[in-house]
């Protein structure tokens, strides 16, 4: 057990040491350490071939379910025909009627009706895309199988990317998931390695809006990333824990950058996180550093 202060703890993947990774299992053990001073949740999401966002962080089944197959080229149904450790892969609709059950409104993260509705309105016209289908499972299934969570205080989306990504796709898909959806009365970070899409999410109207944070696991990007953020808009830095020293975060501090230190397993080296006064930590072992 630690002592946090001003630090917030975050379930890398729900607690991916601790519970299946990106599952409703593992947000629910999550969110039974609330209590203990787990501050939110990180997860992942992937685009289908077919425009819905999954909930899972690699780009092919073959860790997880054992198939050489990926997810940009299966539809959602082929995707959810295969399990997980016996565990159906979720969609980022279904997570969000089980996290948005008791979580307050956030003005930060939504537009005013009059200025949401006629971009809707437009985007729904240009999309290309289908609109989701509804999944077998029912709001009522979903909300029993996972229990109402306590208020998280912070949440970090990470949009994962690739170099066959259909930006515009992708964006499309994300406004139809994130606005005017229980996502966005949640405190959400929209982060991302991806430079291309956090500058695409930054011109688009309805995403804009949305806390954003630019990922960093490279030492040769480290000393341009709080420029490099700051171009666009982004309001934290999701940097490996490697990396980290007090320098760095004081810097990021100087420029009222967050930051959000990954993957940290590592107890005597979160103690010293915490003494640098990083705002964030991301965890794969929770209990660990709450009990």
């Known amino acids: 057990m630690i002592e946090l202060a001003n630090t917030q703890l975050l379930g890398h993947r729900g607690a991916r040491y601790e519970a299946l990774e990106n599952s409703f299992s593992g947000f629910e053990h999550a969110n039974q350490l609330k209590r203990h001073g787990l501050a939110g949740i990180e997860f992942d999401v992937q685009l289908t071939a077919d425009g819905h966002l999954v909930v899972f962080h690699d780009d092919t089944l073959q860790r997880l379910c054992g198939l050489q197959s990926r997810i940009d080229q299966m539809s959602l149904v082929e995707i959810q025909r295969h399990l997980q450790l016996g565990h159906q892969i979720i969609t980022l609709d279904q997570l969000a009627q089980a996290l948005a059950v008791a979580s307050p409104a956030k003005k930060m993260h939504t537009l005013k009706p009059s200025l949401v509705e006629p971009q809707k309105k437009r985007l729904n016209n240009s999309l290309a895309l289908a609109e989701p289908r509804a999944t077998k499972t029912s709001s009522n299934t979903l909300l029993k ?31 139809r998931y994130l606005i005017d959806s229980p996502l966005a009365r949640l405190p959400i970070v929209l982060t991302s390695f ?98």
């Open 145 to 175: 199988t996972v229990q109402p969570p306590t208020q998280f205080t912070h949440i970090e989306l990470e949009i994962k990317t690739h170099s066959r990504t259909n930006h515009p796709k992708l964006v499309h898909a994300l406004c």
């Open 194 to 291: 991806d430079v291309e899409l956090l500058a695409q999410l930054q011109r688009n109207k309805l995403l804009a809006p949305m806390a954003r944070g630019l990922l960093v696991r490279d030492a040769k990007l480290l000393n341009r990333a709080p420029h490099t953020a700051l171009q666009l808009g982004c309001s934290s830095l999701g940097i490996h824990y490697l990396l980290l020293n007090k320098q760095v975060i004081d810097y990021c501090h100087r420029y009222d950058l967050r930051v959000s230190a990954w993957t940290v397993n590592d107890i005597a080296f979160a103690k010293q996180l915490v003494h640098w006064q990083v705002d964030t930590i991301i965890t794969d072992i929770p209990s660990q550093l709450l009990i």
